[in-house]
């Protein structure tokens, strides 16, 4: 049991800490409310004096958890009232759930359609300028639960950008509570140092990409710790509704799905009327029940989709997701290595056929960590969770700073650091939004160089040189 000190009790005997916490609340107001994306060198001064405030205040307090939570609570709420600065995707996430309210359904129609028909939803100029041309010339990618989100967020009094932006982020909030609250007895019934969840609850980056930047991956990381936890409580019915809800916040958890496998597989089975275990049955019912949890998560994404559900839909959604996998370079690492040497042999950008490519490859790797590795435990299948995504990661195209938000959170399930390296260096790719060294406002590969030169490093350092030498 943590020791839980009085308010008092803290600041006596905790002056350090409430030193450093005082100081990240003054580098997060400044942050929130007095940076500007183009102010690189502010930018990457504030981050990082951040992540040292953080690793400070996690180290003084000794891990009591009352403070630390404070402190988590404290930070998140110095957001509430600031507009994001350094993403325009609640712009749209804005018009999706106005779309709603107004009895449209958002999947059928682009921004720009709507703006070109006219329309009664508040706001709309304002909305359609700020989320840009490529948001409002593409329909929307985000699945039905997270549309629920953007509705809510939207039903906060006010009537205004902003009102819809402090509702939207209380719901965020909530589910880093809630991901504080599930993580810790994960870990506690792991057996597992239970502090370990500040590593993501008080990690900068996860409160400036969540909480300030407004992305809905929290939501997403909040239903898929609930899950493992009560996939470990053998509660897997119940687990498989709340991992529906994970895909249905983002899709990416679709791609998890095969490591169950030998979760439900590799268990066995005890004869309840002699107590001897018998592999056959175990396996039987093992496959049954994994079955069972497929269909679950099936037929609940289904009811959530069922809503929205048209030919039209169909279309529009699948083209979509086409184009934000397919069509798109960011802050890629290992693509971007294939496409120079494209580049070198055809003198074109070969895109089209790397992107057949490359997803390929990640399909096996997710089938080889299903089929070779032995889930059968959280720890182990979370690391499986933590390597596949790493590697999917590594093999996109692109690869936004929020995305990574779910490594940081598995990687406290497993001894891997290196997604915590990469949440502190992340921060150099928000220079290539800004087009940093380039006359072009393109992207600096430079910076995107220095970038995976440190997280490879560290990458195989944990995951293959370290194993071999056995420190």
């Known amino acids: 049991m943590i020791p839980m000190l009085g308010l008092s009790n803290i600041l006596k005997h905790k002056k350090t800490t409430i030193a450093y916490i005082l100081i990240s609340c003054i580098l997060y107001l400044w942050f929130a409310y007095n940076l500007q994306r183009t102010e690189a060198l502010k930018l990457i001064l504030l981050y990082v004096a951040l992540f040292v405030c953080a690793s400070q205040i996690i180290k003084t307090s000794g891990f009591y958890f009352r403070i630390l939570v404070i402190a988590a609570i404290l930070f998140r709420l110095l957001f509430l009232f600031a507009i994001p600065n350094l993403s325009q995707d609640f712009y749209r996430f804005i018009w999706d759930g106005q779309m709603l309210l107004e009895g449209f359904n958002?999947?059928?129609?682009?921004?720009?359609?709507?703006?070109?028909?006219?329309?009664?939803?508040?706001?709309?100029?304002?909305?359609?300028?700020?989320?840009?041309?490529?948001?409002?010339?593409?329909?929307?990618?985000?699945?039905?639960?997270?549309?629920?989100?953007?509705?809510?967020?939207?039903?906060?009094?006010?009537?205004?950008?902003?009102?819809?932006?402090?509702?939207?982020?209380?719901?965020?909030?909530?589910?880093?509570?809630?991901?504080?609250?599930?993580?810790?007895?994960?870990?506690?019934?792991?057996?597992?140092?239970?502090?370990?969840?500040?590593?993501?609850?008080?990690?900068?980056?996860?409160?400036?990409?969540?909480?300030?930047?407004?992305?809905?991956?929290?939501?997403?990381?909040?239903?898929?710790?609930?899950?493992?936890?009560l996939l470990h409580s053998k509660k897997w019915k119940s687990a498989a509704v709340l991992l529906a809800c994970s895909i249905s916040i983002k899709l990416i958890p679709l791609m998890l799905l095969p490591l169950f496998l030998r979760w439900f597989t590799s268990t066995k089975f005890s004869n309840q009327n002699d107590n001897i275990l018998i592999q056959v049955k175990g396996d039987k019912l093992g496959i049954t029940k994994l079955i069972s949890f497929y269909s679950i998560i099936g037929v609940t994404l289904l009811l959530f989709f069922l809503p929205f559900f048209s030919m039209k839909f169909i279309d529009n959604y699948s083209e979509t997701v086409g184009l934000w996998f397919g069509n798109f370079e960011f802050n890629a690492s290992i693509y971007y290595l294939i496409r120079a040497i494209g580049y070198s042999i055809t003198g074109y950008n070969e895109i089209a056929i790397i992107t057949k490519i490359l997803p390929v490859v990640s399909v096996l790797i997710i089938l080889g960590f299903s089929l070779f590795k032995k889930n059968n435990s959280i720890p182990k299948l979370a690391s499986s969770i933590l390597l596949v995504f790493t590697l999917y990661l590594f093999l996109s195209t692109t690869v936004h700073p929020w995305y990574i938000t779910t490594l940081v959170m598995i990687c406290v399930f497993t001894n891997y650091k290196y997604p915590l390296i990469w949440s502190l260096i992340i921060i150099v790719s928000y220079l290539s939004y800004l087009g940093i060294g380039t006359a072009d406002k393109s992207e600096n590969l430079w910076v995107i160089a220095l970038e995976y030169s440190i997280v490879f490093s560290a990458f195989i350092w944990e995951v293959i040189l370290k194993k071999k030498i056995k420190i």
């Not at 909030?173 to 504080?180: E, M, S, Y």
């Not at 809905?216 to 899950?227: A, K, T």
Request: net charge neutral.
């Open 106 to 229: 958002p999947y059928l129609y682009t921004p720009d359609q709507v703006i070109q028909w006219g329309t009664s939803i508040p706001l709309a100029n304002e909305l359609y300028s700020g989320m840009g041309s490529l948001s409002s010339s593409h329909f929307t990618n985000y699945p039905p639960l997270n549309q629920i989100c953007f509705v809510l967020g939207n039903l906060f009094p006010g009537k205004s950008i902003l009102s819809s932006v402090i509702g939207m982020r209380l719901i965020i909030i909530a589910a880093d509570l809630g991901t504080l609250y599930f993580g810790k007895k994960l870990l506690e019934r792991l057996k597992l140092p239970s502090n370990r969840i500040f590593w993501y609850i008080l990690n900068p980056f996860i409160i400036i990409e969540l909480t300030g930047n407004l992305h809905f991956e929290g939501v997403m990381i909040f239903f898929l710790v609930w899950s493992l936890y």
